[in-house]
């Protein structure tokens, strides 16, 4: 999922560059919601009968 790349290279950048790291948990936790909510309206319903 591109949402753990984007938090395991925001990690890695808030030991070198504090600003840029939490820029990029700000896209990794954007990019999580936007999936996750996709894909509670993705599931089809199921036809009755």
Known sequence: MAADSFTVIAIAWLVY???LGI?????AGA?????ITKLKFARPEIAEG
């Open 17 to 19: 560059r504090p600003l």
């Open 23 to 27: 820029g990029l948990l700000v896209v």
């Open 31 to 35: 990019a999580a919601y936007v999936i």
